[in-house]
């Protein structure tokens, strides 16, 4: 035990990755607003329970800056059964987006738009740059049973063949043959789109 | 952290104070009655992938084989999981009948790790009969992965490093029923965010139920408090069947729980049990009595 204790005193060092600073309008926004506020729930029009998703002053009522833990938001997002967000038969959220809005919550729950991005398209990843984008944006409505437009943007197969009818891309660019997505949101930012229409061109790969 | 090493001190030293007075009550007592160590509170010294109270004989080598699958629900194609296989290979030795050592090494992060395990109190039958036992383990975990943080962060041997340390209060009620109780601090010097606590504090809950000579259920939790993210149902459990066979224990398990030494199945991402997330794993035990 004194080896033990010795060991467990020396060991005392604290340290994690650095990280990207959170921009909350490309960041966590999306996030709320795609799987907040459906109709009923907690949008500008019904704010359900007094809660309001859909801008930064009305998600910044359930969050504690600088305490993720105590924030109302978090538990919400990690709770199970009845008190689970976003409530079933909608999914939880995944595990980066709720370490996403923990970080966010961390570092302060500031508003913080116009964020510089340096947009790299040369090699895009499916994975590490496409995914994320649909998880955050689409997913929420997409998803479940049925989906929202019976479009199920849950796995690989279904989004792949959406990207090569050219749905997807016709609908996040706002062009006049699909309907506008994310749906009563803005248009994703630019480097999104741009990712997205380089990783359709290339073939839209698993990769 | 401090609280917790005191409170298990604090409760060694009690217990033990009380051993020696009734010892001094006992000097000169002539045809004593026998005391007894109870003994196969379970039947290998993991209950499924946590420390359990029981150690190696002195002398004896366990080899142990674990397996872990992938989720089950991904359906015939992947065989129900089958196809995707992570292992861990270790050696443990008794090095007394009360200090047993051991190191082993997992593909998941070619994670190496190694241990001390040393039992305090025995629980014991007889005229010094003595309710439960008291075992400490401390052991300690280095990722193996090249370049494991990215090409930018230098990835010194403390950064791979993370530490754990538990006490594994146990006993067995009867002949068929034991339970154990283990406090338990996992402390990783690097962390993969900000959210994520460096030092973790967990309580592991194990218990096996005999149901036959050679067959016996076993379930495997361990709460962590300051998990992230903190949903309960993503914290590690595990239920199984032991089945000895003359020198082999085979456990076979579904759990939720990916990794296979305390820091891994601790402190992981594992999915949520709720949500499908489980899969199946055994354990193969092989002891080799190589000293007398």
């Known amino acids: 035990m004194l080896v033990g204790s010795f060991i467990a005193f020396e060991s005392c060092q604290k340290e994690s990755l650095p990280e990207e600073p959170i921009c909350f309008q490309t960041d966590i926004l999306p996030i709320m607003v795609s799987n907040c506020t459906f109709s009923g729930c907690h949008n500008a029009a019904e704010k359900k329970a007094g809660y309001d998703m859909s801008n930064y002053d009305g998600i910044l009522t359930s969050v504690n800056p600088g305490k993720f833990a105590s924030s109302k938001l978090y538990k919400s997002i990690t709770a199970i059964g009845g008190a689970q967000m976003p409530q079933s038969p909608r999914k939880r959220l995944n595990d980066s987006q ?3 809005i923990a970080r966010w919550i961390k570092s302060g729950a500031e508003n ?15 994975v590490n740059d496409v995914l994320p984008i649909i998880n955050s944006n689409c997913v929420g409505c997409h998803s479940g ?15 792949r063949s959406g990207a090569l009818q050219g749905k997807l891309l016709a609908s996040i660019q706002h062009a006049s043959s699909a309907s506008a997505m994310p749906k009563s949101s803005p248009k994703l930012p630019d480097c999104q789109i741009n990712t997205i229409e380089r990783w359709i061109k290339n073939g839209a790969p698993n990769n | 952290m401090k609280k917790l090493l005191f409170t298990s001190t604090l409760v ?22 026998e005391t007894e160590k109870v003994i196969s509170a379970f039947k290998s010294p ?17 080899f142990r084989i674990l397996h872990r699958f992938g989720r089950i629900d991904r359906g015939l194609y992947d065989l129900f999981g089958l196809d995707q296989a992570s292992m861990r290979m270790s050696f443990d030795y008794g090095i007394s009948q009360d200090f047993t050592v051991g190191v082993g090494r997992s593909t998941r992060n070619k994670e190496v790790d190694g241990f001390v395990k040393y039992r305090f109190l025995s629980q014991t039958k007889g005229t010094k009969s003595f309710p439960f036992s008291l075992v400490w383990v401390s052991g300690i975990t280095v990722n193996g992965v090249k370049d494991p943080f990215g090409p930018d962060i230098d990835a010194t041997i403390s950064r791979r490093t993370a530490y754990y340390h538990q006490a594994i209060f146990g006993r067995k009620f009867n002949d068929n ?18 959210v994520n606590a460096n030092t973790l504090y967990g309580l592991g809950f194990g218990a096996r139920y005999k149901v ?49 030494n305390e820091r891994s199945f601790i402190a992981d991402s594992n999915a949520s049990w709720l949500d499908g997330g489980i899969q199946l794993g055994f354990n193969l035990s092989r002891v080799f009595q190589i000293r007398e």
């Not at chain 1, 437009?149 to 849950?154: K, L, M, P, R």
Request: aromatic letters at 8%; glycine letters at 6%; charged letters at 15%.
């Open chain 1, 98 to 100: 709720i370490e996403l």
């Open chain 2, 46 to 62: 993991r209950v499924i992938n946590q420390h359990s109270m029981e150690m190696l004989h002195k002398g004896a080598l366990d």
């Open chain 1, 145 to 159: 049973t049925p989906p929202l437009g019976d479009i199920d943007y849950t796995t690989y197969q279904n989004i």
């Open chain 2, 12 to 33: 060694w030293l009690v217990a033990f104070c009380a051993i020696a007075q009734e010892g001094g009550m006992l000097d000169g007592l002539e045809d004593a009655p």
């Open chain 2, 212 to 260: 036959s000579k050679r067959v016996a259920l076993v379930i495997d939790y361990v709460h962590a408090f300051n998990r992230f993210p903190a949903t309960i149902t993503n914290n590690p459990l595990s239920i199984g069947v032991d089945i000895e066979t003359g020198g082999h224990v085979f456990q076979l398990h579904i759990s939720n729980a990916l990794g296979m």
């Open chain 1, 112 to 126: 913080t738009m116009n964020c510089v991005t340096n947009c790299d398209t040369t090699n895009v990843s499916y």
């Open chain 2, 177 to 194: 029923f034991s339970l154990q109780l283990t406090p338990t601090i996992v402390h990783r010097n690097l962390t993969t965010s900000s």
